[in-house]
C-alpha cells in the first residue's frame, strides 16, 4: 500500500533558503546527557522566539533543556516565504518538518572511481537554500527537522540517474512506467549500489548541516516504498535495517541530532512487530508516522488477531489528502484516530522511542476534512503525541498563505494545553 | 435500490413493524463530490421509495443511531456525524412511518456522537443505546423510554469505547449483545441493567464496521460484513447458545461490505442486509445500493428407501435419499436406525451393518438435514422393512440302535443340519410310539413304554434362532425282544416266554423291574429265545396290570412283558356246616377296591383290598345241602369262585327231661333225603325228609331216664350221620323249704329214676336218712322230719345207685 505515494507534495513551489549553523545543543534522553533547560517554549505546545534548544529523543518523549516537549506544527515544502514560520509560530506551533530532496541536491550521477569508489557532485546553493530556510525557522523559536523527501520532478522520486544502468547494482535501466517504477522501489532494498548513493548523500547533507544551530533532526527516508516486496515484518525490517545503516551514516556526521526513521510506506506499517533496537542503540531516536488514514474503523493497522497485525493497513483506508485521484471523502472518528495512535505508542513504548506524526493532511475537496482535522488532532492531543499538518491543507496555497475555513481547527489544536 | 439512491457510508436502517417497512435514513458520502444525506428510504412491497422529507432540523448526517421503539410505535434516531467540527448532533428524530419529528433533548451528559449502538430491549420497554464517538470514543449507556434519555449503567472494567458496530437483542437470552468496533474481541451482554462478557469473536477476530440483528429462524444473533481482521468481508456468523459460528457463504452471496445493514424484515421472514460499501479499490468509495434477503428454510430429503426390502440378517441395509430441498450451505445429514423401533446406537451412516439386524426385526432408517446454520430439518423416515429369515435345514435322521431294545435308550443322531443364514439352529425332536406321542423334545428317547415290535418314529425339526423352521427330517426304529406272561394269581403259577436275548444266556425273571422281585430265571435258546415256563408266581401281588423284566445276565438286555395279575383266594376252614362262618383270603386285587365275598344264598361280606391286593373277609355259610358249595369273591377287577365242603349238623336241645318232647334239626345232608333219628345207638327213633337245602327237624320224646343221652341223626342216602348229647339231670323238690327243726317236708322226684331201683334220701350227702323205690313211673315220694339240728342252710339230697343220678334241694332250718 503506497497511499501516500500520490500525494502532490510536489506541486508544492520550493523556496530554498539557507541557514548557517549553529551550535550542538546537549541533549537528554536517549542520549542520556543532562539537560540544559531548552529556552524558550520547552514542555509546551509552543515555542518563544530564538533557536530553541537542541531537541532529543528519548524515554518515549522529545525532550528539550531537559524538559519534555510535544511538537506540533507543520510539514512544509522549504520554498516558500520566512512569514511561513510567523504564521505558524502565532499559531502556537513549535515544529515545523522540512522536505531535502536528493533530486535536488545531486542532479548529476557520480563518478565511478573504481573500487566501489565514486566521485559526487552536490549542489552546494541547494545545501546553501535550506541551511537558510532552517535559521529562519529556527530563529523563531521552531525546531526544525529535515526530511528526506522525494522529489516529485523526478520520474522516480530519488535522482533519475539512479535508474540508469551504471548505477544500480541491479545493472538496469528501469523504464519510465508503472511496472518500472515499482520494479525500482523493489530493486533498491536489493541493490547496494544505490543505498550506498543515498548513505553518501544523506551523510553529506548532514554533515553540511552540522555546523547549523535550529536543525532539530534528520529523517532518514520519506514513506519508504517497498515496491513488491511482501508486506510483511521481514519486508518491514529490511527496510528498517537499511534506514539504520543510513542513519548511523547521518549520525556519524551529526551527531547531535535526532534521528528520525520511518518503518515501511507512511502509516508505520509494521511498527508493532519491528526490532528496533538497532535504533534504540543508536540513541536519540523518534518514529515517524504520516496520518491519511480514514480512521473509519479500528487502528488502521489490520486488526489484532490479524496474521500481518501491524504488517498491512486496513483496506479501504485512504480517504483523502490533497491526491484528487483519491475520491474519498473523511468520515472518520476520533475513536479510530486514538486507536490507531495507541497502537502505535503501545509499541514504542518497550523501546523508549517517542512518535511524531509528521505529516498529516487532507484534500480541500473533501467535505469531510473538518471532521478530518478535528479528529486527528483531538486524538493526537489527547494521547500527547506530536505531530506536523501538512501546511498546504491548511493555506489556500504557500504564497498567500491564507487561511482554509478548517484550519482554526488545527490552530486550536496546536494552542491546546497539553493532556 | 433505486437509481436515485446514493450508495453512502454510514445509512441507519431499522424495521417499523406497524407498516412492515424498513427505514433507511442518512448516511455519509463516498466520494468528496457527495455529502452528508437526510434522505429517507422506504422499503416496502418489496421496493424501495423514497420517504418524507426530512424536516428542517433534521440535518443530513451519517451513522446515527436508529432503532424502533414499540412503546411509541415510532423509530427513535440520534444523534449522528455531519462532517462539522467539533460535533454536535445530539438531537432525537422520531419517525412514525410518515413523518419525522423532533424527540427530547438530549441529556447534558449525552453528548454529541455518531456511530452509537441502539437496541430495544423489551424486558426494560427501553432503547439501549451504547458506545460511539464524538470528541471522544465512548462506552458509555444511555436508555431512551420514548420520553427522556437517562443514563445507564457504568460500563464494566474492559468494556472497550466503541463505534460503529453489531448490537442486537436477542430474545433467547433475554438479553442485548455488543460485539465488535472496539478493535477487539470482546463482546458484551446487557441484561437490561448491567453488562457482563460474553463469548468473545476470537473465531472471527477483531471486526469493524459491521453489524447486526437476532434471526428468529436460526436462532441467533447474525453478524454480516464488517471488516476486519485485515480486510473486508462478506462473511456472516452466527451468535448462538453463547457461541459464534461462521456461516459458510452460499450462492449468491451479498458482496464483502462495510456498514451494510442488518435487520430481520418479519414480514418477509428472512433476514435482510442493505447497502454499505465495498471494498473496491482499497478506498471505500464504491457504495452499494443493493438489497438482500437470507431465508432459512429447514433442509430435508423427499424420501429414505431402502435396499434391500427383504434383507437377511448377513445383509446390510442401505438407504438412498431423495431430492433435498431446503437448507443453507453444507448440509450434514444424520442418519438415525432403528430396529424394532429402538434407535441403534452410534450408526449414523448410510448404511446398517447385520451386526445390528436379526431376523424379524423391523428396520427404519431417517434422515435428517442439519445445515451449517445449524437448522435441524425435521426427520423423514423410511417405509419400515422386515428383515427376512431363511429356514435352516438337515440332511439324515437316523435311529440308535436300531432295532432298538426294550430298555435300552434311543438316540437319534442328524446330519449336516445348517442355516443359510448362519443362525444357530436348534433340532427339535418329535417321538412316538405305535403312533402316539412319546418322550420328549430330545434326541434320546428313553425306554418307557418300549416292547416288543413297538414301531418308534422321529421327526426332527430344524429351528433356527428366530424359531424359523425348516423341513423335518424323519426316521424309524422298531422294538425287538420282551417277555410274554400268563395272568397269574398272587401265588399261582405265570408261564413265561421270551425272545431277544444272547443265545444260551441266562435269563433273569423279575416283577415289575429289574430289581423286582425274583420270578424265577431261565436259560436262553441258541436263539436267544425260551419257551413258556412255568414259575410260581410271588404273593402277595397287587391284582392289576405288571410288567415282567427279562434280564439277560451276559448281554443286560431287559425285555420286558405285560401281565395282569388276577385275584385269587382261600377260605379256611373249607368245611363248614350250615351257618359256619369262614375266612376268605383274597389276592390278587387292586389295591383299595371293595371286594365282596359270599355263599350262595347267604350273606355278602365286603371290603377293601389292601396295598398288596389282600382282602380279609369273614363270610357265613347259609345252609347248603351235602356235599359242598361255592364261595364267589367278586371286585371291580375280577370274580373268583372258591369251593368248600358242607357239614352235616344237628341242632337240638342239650338238655331235657325225661319223656319231654324235644325237636332236633338236622342240616348238611342231601336235597330231600331221608334222615334217621335214634337215642343212646337204639333204634330208630323217628326220621324226617330234608328239604332242598339238606335240612329238615324232628320232635321226639326224649328217653325216661335221668342221666345223658346220645341223639344221632343219619342220611339214609348220604349216610351222613351226626349226633349230639342231651342231658337230663335228675331234679327234686322239697316242699316247704323251710321251717324249724321237726318240719316234715313232702320230697317228690322223677319221672326219671328207673323203676323198681332203690332210691337213698340222705340229710346232708351221705347222710342217708330214708331209701325209696321208685314206682312204675319212674317217680319217688316221701316224707321227711326235719331232725334236731342248729338252724341254717341244709340240703336233702336223692342217690341212685344204678344210674349214679343224684338230686338235691335246699331246706332251712330255722
Given at each position: 500500500?503506497?497511499?501516500?505515494?500520490?500525494?502532490?507534495?510536489s506541486?508544492?513551489?520550493?523556496?530554498?533558503?539557507?541557514?548557517?549553523?549553529?551550535?550542538?545543543l546537549?541533549?537528554?534522553?536517549?542520549?542520556?546527557?543532562?539537560?540544559?533547560?531548552?529556552?524558550?517554549?520547552?514542555?509546551?505546545?509552543?515555542?518563544?522566539?530564538?533557536?530553541?534548544?537542541?531537541?532529543?529523543?528519548?524515554?518515549g518523549?522529545?525532550?528539550?533543556?531537559?524538559?519534555?516537549?510535544?511538537?506540533?506544527?507543520?510539514?512544509?515544502?522549504?520554498?516558500?516565504s520566512?512569514?511561513?514560520?510567523?504564521?505558524?509560530?502565532?499559531?502556537?506551533?513549535?515544529?515545523?518538518?522540512?522536505?531535502?530532496?536528493?533530486?535536488?541536491?545531486?542532479?548529476?550521477?557520480?563518478?565511478?572511481?573504481?573500487?566501489?569508489?565514486?566521485?559526487?557532485?552536490?549542489?552546494?546553493?541547494?545545501?546553501?537554500?535550506?541551511r537558510?530556510?532552517?535559521t529562519?525557522?529556527?530563529?523563531?523559536?521552531l525546531?526544525v527537522v529535515?526530511g528526506?523527501?522525494?522529489?516529485?520532478?523526478?520520474?522516480?522520486n530519488?535522482?533519475?540517474?539512479?535508474?540508469?544502468?551504471?548505477?544500480?547494482?541491479?545493472?538496469?535501466?528501469?523504464?519510465?512506467t508503472?511496472?518500472?517504477?515499482?520494479?525500482?522501489?523493489?530493486?533498491?532494498?536489493?541493490?547496494?549500489?544505490?543505498?550506498?548513493?543515498?548513505?553518501?548523500?544523506l551523510?553529506?547533507?548532514?554533515?553540511?548541516?552540522?555546523?547549523?544551530p535550529?536543525?532539530?533532526?534528520?529523517?532518514?527516508?520519506n514513506?519508504?516504498?517497498?515496491?513488491?516486496?511482501?508486506?510483511?515484518?521481514?519486508?518491514?525490517?529490511?527496510?528498517?535495517?537499511?534506514?539504520?545503516?543510513?542513519?548511523?551514516?547521518?549520525?556519524?556526521?551529526?551527531?547531535?541530532r535526532?534521528?528520525f526513521?520511518?518503518?515501511?510506506?507512511?502509516?508505520?506499517l509494521?511498527t508493532?512487530n519491528?526490532?528496533?533496537?538497532?535504533?534504540?542503540?543508536?540513541?536519540?531516536?523518534?518514529?515517524?508516522?504520516h496520518?491519511?488514514g480514514?480512521?473509519?474503523?479500528?487502528?488502521?493497522?489490520?486488526?489484532?488477531?490479524?496474521?500481518d497485525?501491524?504488517?498491512?493497513?486496513?483496506?479501504?483506508?485512504?480517504?483523502?489528502?490533497?491526491?484528487l485521484?483519491?475520491?474519498?471523502?473523511?468520515?472518520?472518528?476520533?475513536?479510530?484516530?486514538?486507536?490507531?495512535?495507541?497502537?502505535?505508542?503501545?509499541?514504542l513504548?518497550?523501546?523508549g522511542i517517542p512518535?511524531?506524526i509528521?505529516?498529516?493532511g487532507?484534500?480541500?475537496?473533501?467535505?469531510?476534512i473538518?471532521?478530518?482535522?478535528?479528529?486527528?488532532?483531538?486524538?493526537f492531543?489527547?494521547?500527547?503525541?506530536?505531530?506536523?499538518?501538512?501546511?498546504l491543507?491548511?493555506?489556500v496555497?504557500?504564497e498567500?498563505?491564507?487561511?482554509?475555513?478548517?484550519?482554526?481547527?488545527?490552530?486550536?489544536a496546536?494552542?491546546?494545553?497539553?493532556p | 435500490?433505486?437509481?436515485?439512491?446514493?450508495?453512502?457510508?454510514?445509512?441507519a436502517?431499522?424495521?417499523?413493524?406497524?407498516?412492515?417497512?424498513?427505514?433507511?435514513?442518512?448516511?455519509?458520502?463516498?466520494?468528496?463530490?457527495e455529502?452528508?444525506?437526510?434522505?429517507t428510504?422506504i422499503?416496502?412491497?418489496?421496493?424501495w421509495t423514497k420517504g418524507?422529507?426530512?424536516?428542517a432540523?433534521?440535518?443530513?448526517?451519517?451513522?446515527?443511531?436508529?432503532?424502533?421503539?414499540?412503546?411509541?410505535g415510532k423509530?427513535?434516531?440520534?444523534?449522528?456525524?455531519?462532517?462539522?467540527?467539533?460535533?454536535a448532533?445530539?438531537?432525537?428524530?422520531?419517525?412514525?412511518?410518515?413523518?419525522?419529528?423532533?424527540?427530547?433533548?438530549?441529556?447534558?451528559?449525552?453528548t454529541?456522537?455518531?456511530?452509537?449502538?441502539?437496541?430495544?430491549?423489551p424486558?426494560?420497554?427501553?432503547?439501549?443505546?451504547?458506545?460511539?464517538?464524538?470528541?471522544?470514543?465512548?462506552?458509555?449507556?444511555?436508555?431512551?423510554?420514548?420520553?427522556a434519555?437517562?443514563?445507564?449503567?457504568?460500563?464494566?472494567?474492559g468494556?472497550?469505547?466503541?463505534?460503529?458496530?453489531?448490537?442486537a437483542?436477542?430474545?433467547?437470552?433475554?438479553?442485548?449483545?455488543v460485539?465488535?468496533?472496539?478493535?477487539?474481541?470482546?463482546?458484551?451482554?446487557?441484561?437490561?441493567s448491567?453488562?457482563?462478557?460474553?463469548?468473545?469473536?476470537?473465531?472471527?477476530?477483531p471486526?469493524?464496521r459491521?453489524?447486526?440483528?437476532?434471526?428468529?429462524q436460526?436462532?441467533g444473533?447474525?453478524?454480516?460484513?464488517?471488516?476486519?481482521?485485515?480486510?473486508v468481508?462478506?462473511?456472516?456468523?452466527?451468535?448462538?447458545?453463547?457461541?459464534?459460528?461462521?456461516v459458510?457463504?452460499?450462492?449468491?452471496?451479498?458482496?464483502?461490505?462495510?456498514?451494510?445493514?442488518?435487520?430481520?424484515?418479519?414480514n418477509?421472514?428472512?433476514?435482510?442486509?442493505?447497502?454499505g460499501?465495498?471494498?473496491?479499490g482499497?478506498?471505500g468509495?464504491?457504495?452499494?445500493?443493493?438489497?438482500?434477503?437470507?431465508?432459512?428454510?429447514?433442509?430435508?430429503?423427499?424420501?429414505?428407501?431402502?435396499?434391500?426390502?427383504?434383507?437377511?440378517?448377513?445383509?446390510?441395509?442401505?438407504?438412498?435419499?431423495g431430492?433435498?430441498?431446503?437448507?443453507?450451505?453444507?448440509?450434514?445429514t444424520r442418519?438415525?436406525?432403528?430396529?424394532?423401533?429402538?434407535?441403534?446406537?452410534g450408526?449414523?451412516?448410510?448404511?446398517?451393518?447385520?451386526?445390528?439386524?436379526?431376523?424379524?426385526?423391523?428396520?427404519?432408517?431417517k434422515?435428517?438435514?442439519?445445515?451449517?446454520?445449524?437448522?435441524?430439518?425435521?426427520?423423514?423416515a423410511?417405509?419400515v422393512?422386515?428383515?427376512?429369515?431363511?429356514?435352516?435345514?438337515?440332511?439324515?435322521?437316523?435311529?440308535?440302535?436300531?432295532p432298538?431294545?426294550?430298555?435300552?435308550?434311543?438316540v437319534?443322531?442328524?446330519?449336516?443340519?445348517?442355516?443359510?443364514?448362519?443362525d444357530?439352529?436348534?433340532?427339535?425332536y418329535a417321538?412316538?410310539?405305535?403312533?402316539?406321542?412319546a418322550?420328549?423334545?430330545?434326541?434320546?428317547?428313553?425306554?418307557?413304554?418300549?416292547?416288543?415290535?413297538?414301531?418308534?418314529?422321529?421327526?426332527?425339526?430344524?429351528?433356527?434362532?428366530w424359531?424359523?423352521?425348516?423341513?423335518?427330517?424323519?426316521?424309524t426304529d422298531?422294538?425287538?425282544?420282551?417277555l410274554?406272561?400268563t395272568?397269574?394269581?398272587?401265588?399261582g403259577?405265570?408261564?413265561?416266554s421270551?425272545?431277544?436275548?444272547?443265545?444260551?444266556?441266562g435269563?433273569?425273571?423279575?416283577?415289575?423291574?429289574?430289581?423286582?422281585?425274583?420270578?424265577?430265571?431261565?436259560?436262553?435258546?441258541?436263539?436267544?429265545?425260551?419257551?413258556?415256563?412255568?414259575?410260581?408266581?410271588?404273593?402277595?401281588?397287587a391284582?392289576?396290570?405288571?410288567?415282567?423284566?427279562?434280564?439277560?445276565?451276559?448281554?443286560?438286555?431287559?425285555?420286558?412283558?405285560?401281565?395282569?395279575?388276577?385275584?385269587?383266594?382261600?377260605?379256611?376252614p373249607?368245611?363248614?356246616?350250615?351257618?359256619g362262618?369262614?375266612?376268605?383270603?383274597?389276592?390278587?386285587?387292586?389295591?383299595?377296591?371293595i371286594?365282596?365275598?359270599?355263599?350262595?344264598?347267604?350273606?355278602?361280606v365286603?371290603?377293601?383290598?389292601?396295598?398288596?391286593?389282600?382282602?380279609?373277609?369273614?363270610?357265613?355259610?347259609?345252609?347248603?345241602?351235602?356235599?359242598?358249595?361255592?364261595?364267589?369273591?367278586?371286585?371291580?377287577s375280577?370274580?373268583?369262585a372258591?369251593?368248600?365242603?358242607?357239614?352235616?349238623?344237628?341242632?337240638?336241645?342239650?338238655a331235657?327231661?325225661?319223656?319231654?318232647p324235644?325237636?332236633?334239626?338236622?342240616t348238611?345232608?342231601?336235597?330231600?333225603?331221608?334222615?334217621?333219628v335214634s337215642?343212646?345207638?337204639?333204634?330208630?327213633?323217628?326220621?324226617?325228609?330234608t328239604?332242598?337245602?339238606?335240612?329238615g327237624?324232628?320232635?321226639?320224646t326224649?328217653?325216661?331216664t335221668?342221666?345223658?343221652?346220645?341223639?344221632?341223626?343219619?342220611?339214609?342216602?348220604?349216610?351222613?350221620?351226626?349226633?349230639?348229647?342231651?342231658?337230663?339231670?335228675?331234679?327234686?323238690t322239697?316242699?316247704?323249704?323251710?321251717?324249724?327243726?321237726g318240719?316234715?317236708?313232702?320230697?317228690?322226684?322223677?319221672?326219671?329214676?328207673?323203676?323198681g331201683s332203690?332210691v337213698?334220701v340222705?340229710?346232708?350227702y351221705?347222710?342217708?336218712v330214708?331209701?325209696?323205690?321208685?314206682?312204675?313211673?319212674?317217680?319217688?315220694?316221701?316224707?321227711?322230719?326235719?331232725?334236731?339240728?342248729?338252724?341254717g342252710k341244709?340240703?336233702?339230697?336223692?342217690v341212685?345207685?344204678?344210674?349214679?343220678?343224684?338230686?338235691?334241694?335246699?331246706?332251712?332250718?330255722?
Amino acid at each position: 500500500m503506497t497511499g501516500s505515494k500520490l500525494r502532490s507534495i510536489s506541486r508544492v513551489a520550493l523556496l530554498l533558503v539557507l541557514v548557517c549553523a549553529g551550535g550542538v545543543l546537549p541533549v537528554r534522553g536517549a542520549l542520556g546527557s543532562g539537560g540544559v533547560a531548552a529556552s524558550p517554549g520547552a514542555g509546551t505546545s509552543s515555542t518563544p522566539g530564538g533557536v530553541p534548544p537542541q531537541l532529543t529523543a528519548g524515554d518515549g518523549r522529545f525532550w528539550a533543556g531537559g524538559a519534555p516537549v510535544t511538537l506540533r506544527g507543520v510539514y512544509m515544502p522549504v520554498g516558500g516565504s520566512e512569514t511561513r514560520f510567523d504564521l505558524i509560530k502565532s499559531w502556537n506551533m513549535n515544529f515545523v518538518r522540512l522536505n531535502w530532496q536528493w533530486g535536488q541536491l545531486e542532479p548529476n550521477p557520480p563518478v565511478n572511481q573504481g573500487g566501489g569508489v565514486w566521485t559526487h557532485t552536490y549542489d552546494a546553493a541547494y545545501v546553501a537554500r535550506v541551511r537558510a530556510v532552517v535559521t529562519a525557522a529556527s530563529q523563531r523559536g521552531l525546531w526544525v527537522v529535515l526530511g528526506n523527501y522525494w522529489d516529485r520532478a523526478t520520474y522516480f522520486n530519488w535522482p533519475d540517474w539512479l535508474y540508469r544502468a551504471p548505477y544500480n547494482s541491479h545493472g538496469l535501466t528501469y523504464p519510465l512506467t508503472p511496472e518500472g517504477k515499482t520494479l525500482a522501489e523493489t530493486d533498491y532494498w536489493s541493490d547496494p549500489l544505490r543505498q550506498q548513493f543515498m548513505t553518501e548523500q544523506l551523510s553529506y547533507m548532514a554533515a553540511q548541516l552540522a555546523p547549523t544551530p535550529g536543525v532539530s533532526g534528520y529523517e532518514v527516508m520519506n514513506e519508504p516504498p517497498w515496491g513488491t516486496l511482501p508486506s510483511t515484518h521481514e519486508t518491514t525490517q529490511l527496510i528498517l535495517d537499511s534506514q539504520l545503516s543510513a542513519g548511523q551514516a547521518i549520525r556519524a556526521a551529526d551527531p547531535a541530532r535526532v534521528l528520525f526513521f520511518m518503518t515501511r510506506g507512511y502509516f508505520g506499517l509494521g511498527t508493532p512487530n519491528a526490532d528496533l533496537s538497532g535504533f534504540v542503540a543508536m540513541g536519540n531516536v523518534a518514529l515517524d508516522v504520516h496520518d491519511y488514514g480514514g480512521a473509519r474503523w479500528g487502528s488502521g493497522f489490520n486488526n489484532a488477531g490479524s496474521s500481518d497485525y501491524g504488517e498491512a493497513g486496513q483496506a479501504v483506508l485512504a480517504p483523502l489528502n490533497g491526491n484528487l485521484d483519491t475520491p474519498n471523502a473523511y468520515t472518520g472518528s476520533v475513536a479510530s484516530q486514538l486507536r490507531w495512535v495507541q497502537a502505535l505508542l503501545d509499541a514504542l513504548k518497550p523501546w523508549g522511542i517517542p512518535l511524531v506524526i509528521g505529516e498529516f493532511g487532507d484534500s480541500t475537496a473533501d467535505p469531510g476534512i473538518y471532521t478530518y482535522f478535528g479528529t486527528t488532532t483531538t486524538g493526537f492531543n489527547t494521547l500527547g503525541a506530536s505531530w506536523a499538518a501538512l501546511w498546504l491543507s491548511l493555506v489556500v496555497d504557500n504564497e498567500t498563505m491564507a487561511l482554509q475555513p478548517w484550519a482554526p481547527i488545527v490552530i486550536a489544536a496546536a494552542g491546546a494545553p497539553p493532556p | 435500490m433505486p437509481a436515485s439512491f446514493v450508495p453512502r457510508w454510514d445509512a441507519a436502517v431499522s424495521f417499523l413493524p406497524a407498516s412492515g417497512k424498513v427505514v433507511l435514513f442518512g448516511g455519509s458520502p463516498n466520494k468528496p463530490t457527495e455529502t452528508w444525506q437526510n434522505d429517507t428510504w422506504i422499503h416496502a412491497n418489496g421496493k424501495w421509495t423514497k420517504g418524507p422529507v426530512a424536516p428542517a432540523g433534521l440535518t443530513p448526517r451519517g451513522r446515527p443511531a436508529m432503532a424502533y421503539l414499540p412503546e411509541i410505535g415510532k423509530i427513535v434516531l440520534f444523534g449522528g456525524a455531519n462532517g462539522a467540527w467539533p460535533p454536535a448532533l445530539a438531537d432525537t428524530w422520531l419517525f412514525d412511518g410518515t413523518a419525522w419529528t423532533l424527540g427530547p433533548a438530549a441529556p447534558a451528559g449525552l453528548t454529541p456522537r455518531a456511530g452509537a449502538g441502539m437496541v430495544y430491549d423489551p424486558d426494560i420497554h427501553k432503547l439501549v443505546m451504547v458506545g460511539g464517538t464524538g470528541l471522544g470514543s465512548y462506552n458509555d449507556t444511555w436508555l431512551f423510554d420514548g420520553t427522556a434519555w437517562t443514563p445507564g449503567p457504568p460500563a464494566p472494567a474492559g468494556m472497550l469505547p466503541r463505534s460503529s458496530f453489531g448490537m442486537a437483542y436477542d430474545p433467547s437470552m433475554r438479553k442485548v449483545v455488543v460485539a465488535g468496533g472496539s478493535g477487539a474481541t470482546d463482546v458484551w451482554y446487557f441484561d437490561g441493567s448491567a453488562w457482563s462478557a460474553g463469548p468473545s469473536i476470537a473465531a472471527m477476530g477483531p471486526r469493524e464496521r459491521v453489524r447486526m440483528d437476532f434471526d428468529p429462524q436460526l436462532g441467533g444473533i447474525v453478524m454480516v460484513g464488517g471488516i476486519g481482521p485485515g480486510f473486508v468481508t462478506s462473511d456472516m456468523w452466527l451468535l448462538r447458545a453463547g457461541a459464534w459460528t461462521k456461516v459458510t457463504l452460499g450462492t449468491p452471496w451479498p458482496p464483502a461490505r462495510l456498514d451494510g445493514a442488518v435487520l430481520w424484515h418479519p414480514n418477509t421472514g428472512a433476514l435482510m442486509v442493505v447497502g454499505g460499501v465495498r471494498d473496491l479499490g482499497l478506498d471505500g468509495s464504491v457504495g452499494l445500493a443493493d438489497s438482500w434477503f437470507f431465508n432459512e428454510v429447514a433442509p430435508q430429503v423427499a424420501s429414505v428407501t431402502l435396499s434391500p426390502t427383504q434383507p437377511t440378517e448377513n445383509q446390510s441395509v442401505t438407504l438412498s435419499t431423495g431430492a433435498t430441498t431446503g437448507g443453507y450451505g453444507k448440509l450434514t445429514t444424520r442418519y438415525s436406525w432403528y430396529v424394532n423401533g429402538a434407535v441403534v446406537e452410534g450408526v449414523g451412516t448410510r448404511s446398517l451393518g447385520p451386526q445390528y439386524i436379526r431376523p424379524m426385526d423391523t428396520v427404519q432408517a431417517k434422515a435428517q438435514i442439519t445445515d451449517s446454520l445449524g437448522i435441524v430439518g425435521p426427520d423423514v423416515a423410511s417405509a419400515v422393512i422386515t428383515v427376512a429369515d431363511r429356514a435352516p435345514a438337515l440332511g439324515q435322521v437316523s435311529i440308535s440302535p436300531n432295532p432298538g431294545f426294550i430298555l435300552t435308550p434311543l438316540v437319534a443322531a442328524v446330519t449336516n443340519v445348517r442355516d443359510p443364514d448362519g443362525d444357530p439352529v436348534t433340532l427339535r425332536y418329535a417321538w412316538t410310539i405305535d403312533g402316539l406321542a412319546a418322550g420328549t423334545d430330545s434326541p434320546i428317547l428313553p425306554p418307557l413304554g418300549f416292547h416288543a415290535g413297538a414301531a418308534i418314529s422321529l421327526t426332527v425339526t430344524p429351528v433356527d434362532s428366530w424359531g424359523m423352521a425348516g423341513p423335518v427330517g424323519i426316521a424309524t426304529d422298531s422294538i425287538v425282544g420282551g417277555l410274554t406272561g400268563t395272568n397269574p394269581r398272587p401265588g399261582g403259577q405265570i408261564y413265561v416266554s421270551g425272545t431277544g436275548f444272547l443265545p444260551l444266556e441266562g435269563v433273569d425273571i423279575r416283577l415289575d423291574s429289574t430289581s423286582g422281585t425274583l420270578i424265577g430265571t431261565v436259560n436262553a435258546d441258541l436263539l436267544g429265545a425260551f419257551q413258556a415256563t412255568s414259575f410260581i408266581f410271588p404273593s402277595p401281588v397287587a391284582g392289576g396290570p405288571h410288567t415282567l423284566y427279562g434280564k439277560g445276565k451276559l448281554s443286560g438286555i431287559v425285555g420286558t412283558g405285560p401281565i395282569t395279575v388276577v385275584p385269587g383266594g382261600s377260605i379256611l376252614p373249607s368245611y363248614l356246616p350250615s351257618g359256619g362262618s369262614t375266612t376268605f383270603t383274597g389276592l390278587g386285587f387292586v389295591p383299595g377296591e371293595i371286594v365282596s365275598a359270599s355263599f350262595p344264598g347267604g350273606a355278602v361280606v365286603q371290603g377293601p383290598a389292601d396295598s398288596t391286593g389282600t382282602v380279609s373277609l369273614q363270610p357265613a355259610s347259609p345252609p347248603e345241602p351235602w356235599p359242598s358249595g361255592t364261595l364267589t369273591a367278586s371286585a371291580p377287577s375280577g370274580t373268583l369262585a372258591v369251593g368248600y365242603t358242607v357239614i352235616s349238623k344237628l341242632s337240638g336241645p342239650t338238655a331235657g327231661a325225661p319223656l319231654s318232647p324235644a325237636t332236633f334239626s338236622a342240616t348238611g345232608y342231601g336235597a330231600s333225603e331221608t334222615v334217621n333219628v335214634s337215642f343212646d345207638g337204639g333204634p330208630v327213633a323217628g326220621a324226617f325228609v330234608t328239604d332242598p337245602k339238606g335240612s329238615g327237624s324232628l320232635t321226639l320224646t326224649l328217653p325216661s331216664t335221668f342221666g345223658t343221652h346220645t341223639v344221632a341223626v343219619k342220611g339214609a342216602t348220604t349216610g351222613q350221620s351226626v349226633s349230639a348229647s342231651i342231658a337230663m339231670k335228675a331234679t327234686m323238690t322239697v316242699t316247704p323249704a323251710s321251717g324249724p327243726v321237726g318240719t316234715v317236708v313232702t320230697i317228690d322226684s322223677g319221672p326219671g329214676w328207673v323203676p323198681g331201683s332203690t332210691v337213698h334220701v340222705e340229710w346232708g350227702y351221705g347222710n342217708i336218712v330214708k331209701d325209696l323205690v321208685a314206682d312204675a313211673g319212674g317217680k319217688v315220694h316221701t316224707t321227711y322230719a326235719i331232725p334236731n339240728t342248729v338252724p341254717g342252710k341244709f340240703n336233702l339230697w336223692l342217690v341212685d345207685t344204678v344210674l349214679g343220678q343224684s338230686a338235691y334241694a335246699p331246706f332251712e332250718v330255722k
